[in-house]
Antibody, heavy 124, light 108 residues
Framework: EVQLVESGGGLVQPGGSLKLSCAAS????????MQWVRQASGKGLEWIGR??????????AYPPSVKGRFTISRDDSKNTAYLQMNSLKTEDTAVYYC???????????????WGQGTLVTVSS | SYELTQPPSVSVSPGQTARITCSGD??????ASWYLQKPGQAPVLVIY???ERPSGIPERFSGSSSGTTVTLTISGVQAEDEADYYC???????????FGPGTKVTVL
């Protein structure tokens, strides 16, 4: 059974830091690209970054809204991806989802898996 | 920063066809994906690379692209299709992805 389980969410003060984890099982984690997506309560989805596989040099990408504050990493030996969030703002309050995606050599989707999310609340 | 545009809502009767548009300047260059999300659940991918359907997604879901607009079509809408639908694509250089603001599909 495929599972993506996020952890590490909670309450943090503005200006603080938090590191989320995404533990994967049931598929070949090392071959997947890992992404993070967040959703504020009652709002839409926001893509906040991705890290590719070792074969793709662990390349990372971030949108302008979080670039320089958020860092995505992975430990393939632990089947886990991470989201390090620094200089947190109240507007970073959201449910944070991790997702795993992979394509075959012809460019067709192999899988697109999502976790159930973890809540991060930035408040004083 | 790059933005995608979607209508806030679409209403459709059961058995009819729903069309949801997504507009963005980079769409002629970048593929789009579509996700549906039901309350309290994680999103589900229904279309990728503009028109490809993942395994397990019903054939009534289809996607198309024309210029700066991509369209998700749900043919023969069912009550279970009531959800929020989001398009996703990349900026013109492929540096990062964005989601559209979402479209709430209501089945009357």
């Amino acid at each position: 059974e495929v599972q993506l389980v996020e952890s590490g969410g909670g309450l943090v003060q503005p200006g603080g830091s938090l590191k989320l984890s995404c533990a994967a099982s049931g598929f070949t984690f090392s071959g997947s690209a890992m992404q993070w997506v967040r959703q504020a309560s009652g709002k839409g989805l926001e893509w906040i970054g991705r890290i590719r596989s070792k074969a793709n040099s662990y390349a990372t990408a971030y949108p302008p809204s979080v670039k320089g504050r958020f860092t995505i990493s992975r430990d393939d030996s632990k089947n886990t991806a991470y989201l390090q969030m620094n200089s947190l703002k109240t507007e970073d309050t959201a449910v944070y989802y991790c997702k795993a995606v992979d394509y075959d050599s012809s460019g067709y989707l192999t899988y697109d898996y999502w976790g159930q999310g973890t809540l991060v609340t930035v408040s004083s | 920063s790059y933005e995608l545009t979607q209508p806030p809502s679409v209403s459709v009767s059961p058995g009819q066809t729903a069309r949801i548009t997504c507009s963005g300047d980079a769409l002629p260059k970048q593929y789009a994906s579509w996700y549906l999300q039901k309350p309290g659940q994680a999103p589900v991918l229904v279309i990728y690379k503009d028109s490809e359907r993942p395994s397990g997604i019903p054939e009534r879901f289809s996607g198309s692209s024309s210029g700066t607009t991509v369209t998700l079509t749900i043919s023969g809408v069912q009550a279970e299709d009531e959800a929020d639908y989001y398009c996703q694509s990349a900026d013109s250089s492929g540096s990062y992805y964005v989601f559209g603001p979402g479209t709430k599909v209501t089945v009357l």
